[in-house]
């Protein structure tokens, strides 16, 4: 997994992009570059990378358990997955050598690498990745991510030393691509039976790190695992990785973790913020890897289950009265495209449609008029039986950069024009999980990232307002639509690959329609990073960057 693919070895400066920002600063934008990271030159072996994280440091090291994208980053320096992607996004075999199918589609038959070794000793075959899916599918583990991906496993059996049996309760053509994600990363099965606590604090895998320490509110220390095995011997260069160590620091400002990287003390940031990126544009000392998440865009979700956005006519009147666009090219300095798709644009299945989402407050109000929300109160919002047009929108601050809470403010603000009122609550994210598992919204902004578009399943299933183990249920738009189930089964099922883009197509053009969400654009992957790192660029499937080809030049 984390070390095939450079998908999102894409250095993208922006430069022109940027162009308001420096205008501003009396520039003009500079060439814009491309050479993958700008790495020529000999490896060097040493040296410790200072990562800072401005993620809400994780509850728990092992992406087993929950399943946030915060665990994704950091596990992927010392976990692998069965499959990954290679450079032109293709799934490919990393810790399987193999996958086949039954004809009905229920026995999926993976084929697992000799070889290699967990770094706690124990041998990487069939047992071992049977072990990590019942864990994963084991309600005590609380997973969220894990457990929705592996949903259609019925029961498992080690055939033999190197091959796993899989019998499903459906055909799941979404199998692979789950696989390839650090929710679904396989982990010694002897540190499974630890205690959870004891697997939180330093889980185990065959990656080229291995968690040496985590001193909580301060960083976790990782180290070269010395005996690393390259799964695919081409993906990489042999032995172990060039780095000795990693330590992964949590620092939430913004502003501190750049100061922090221009000063030295760190060689990279993530949670880059578009004025950053801006500034760094007329650094050569820092460079910008630009790696958008697959899975959904960044949506805002309208919950459908209860007032006011019950009604339809509600829903499409609020995507008409906020002026989104505007808000973007003010606010991300165009570091940030608009979407008009549940998908991300590095899907290859992901449906836009721009059409219906024009800023028309025109059209919001006979809109709003018809759904009876005509008369208004003395602030000037809509009120109807005596009750005013208000909107509950809890943001989690670890999860929104500052850029995009600074969206919703303006979409607030245009949305009041047309008599909308939007109660914002900034809340860290234990707090938000809360208000979403007490169904105490009506619009919210949950980032999901899954490979392939089976994430839609995911997101827009009335099976998924069910939660998973961990308490949180992904169908936060709360869409209960039996024929939109129907697409959505049948496109995870099918083995017609022209039949499966036809039916996706369907279902998002059906929640599209339906103005169960806003969206935005894709969900920000920005990393600036020290031209003293060398070599950065590979990321896991899931777009986290890894770390055993990089190196520290002197």
């Known amino acids: 997994m984390t070390h095939v693919r450079p998908l999102a070895n894409k250095l993208v400066p922006a430069a022109a992009a940027l162009a308001a920002a420096l205008v501003l600063a009396g520039c003009t934008p500079g060439t814009t570059t491309s050479d993958a990271s700008g790495d020529a030159g000999t490896p060097v072996t040493g040296g410790t990378l200072v990562y800072a994280s401005g993620d809400a440091e994780p509850s728990c090291l092992d992406p087993h358990v929950g399943g946030n994208y915060p665990q994704a980053l950091v596990a992927s320096q010392y976990l692998e997955t069965l499959y990954t992607k290679d450079a032109d996004g293709t799934l490919i075999p990393w810790l399987a050598k193999d996958s086949t199918v039954s004809e009905d589609g229920l026995t999926r038959t993976v084929t697992i690498r000799e070889g290699i070794s967990f770094t706690d000793g124990t041998a990487l075959d069939a047992a071992a990745v049977k072990a990590n899916f019942e864990h994963l599918l084991n ?57 959870q606590a004891e ?102 979700e309208l919950n459908s289950s209860k007032a006011p956005f019950n009604d339809a006519k509600v829903r499409e009147a609020f995507v008409h009265a906020v002026n989104v666009n505007a808000s973007i090219d003010s606010l991300f300095f165009g570091t940030a495209k608009r979407s008009y798709s549940p998908l991300s644009s590095v899907e290859p299945l992901a449906h836009s449609e721009e059409s219906l989402f024009g800023y028309d407050p025109a059209k919001a109000g006979q809109l709003l008029d018809a759904a009876g929300w005509s008369e208004r109160d003395s602030a000037g919002y809509r009120v109807k039986d005596g009750a005013r047009l208000s909107l509950t929108f809890p943001v989690s601050t670890s999860q929104s950069i500052p850029a995009e809470q600074s969206l919703f403010e303006q979409m607030q603000a245009t949305a009041k024009e047309s008599g909308i009122e939007i109660k914002i609550k900034l809340l860290d994210l234990s707090s ?73 197509a369907q279902a998002q053009q059906k929640v599209l329609e339906g103005y169960y969400l806003l969206p935005l654009y894709n969900q920000q992957n920005h990393f600036l990073y020290s031209e003293k790192l060398k070599n950065v660029g590979t990321t896991t499937a899931v777009a986290s960057p890894t770390f055993f080809g990089t190196w520290l030049s002197n």
């Open 432 to 504: 938000w999980y809360g208000e979403l598992f007490t169904n105490n919204y009506n619009l919210v902004s949950a980032p999901y990232t899954k490979v392939g578009p089976g994430v839609l399943s995911i997101l827009f299933h009335s099976d998924s307002t069910i939660p998973a183990p961990s308490g949180y249920f992904a169908n936060l738009s709360q869409v209960k639509d039996p024929s939109l189930d129907v697409l959505l089964d049948t496109a995870g099922s099918t083995k017609d690959q022209a039949e499966r883009k036809n039916l996706y």
């Open 139 to 195: 309600p005590d583990t609380a997973s969220s991510t894990g457990y929705l991906a592996l949903g259609k496993i019925d029961s498992m059996q080690a055939v033999d030393a190197n091959t796993l049996e899989l019998k499903l309760k459906s055909p799941d053509n979404s199998l692979l691509e789950s696989f390839s994600m650090p929710w679904v990363a396989i982990e010694s099965p002897t540190a499974l039976k630890r205690s």
């Open 199 to 300: 697997n939180c604090a330093a889980p185990v895998g065959t990656g080229p790190f291995k968690v040496e320490s985590w001193k909580k509110q301060d960083a976790v220390n990782l180290v070269r695992n010395t005996e690393y095995v390259l799964p695919d011997p081409k993906a990489g260069h042999a032995g172990a990785a060039y780095l000795d160590a990693i330590t992964w620091r949590f620092i939430p400002e913004a502003a501190t973790r750049y100061a922090a990287l221009q000063a030295g003390e760190v060689q990279l940031i993530d949670n880059a913020q578009p004025d950053a990126i801006a500034a760094a544009e007329k650094n050569t000392a820092i460079k910008h890897l630009d790696a958008p998440r697959p899975g959904a865009s960044n949506r805002v």
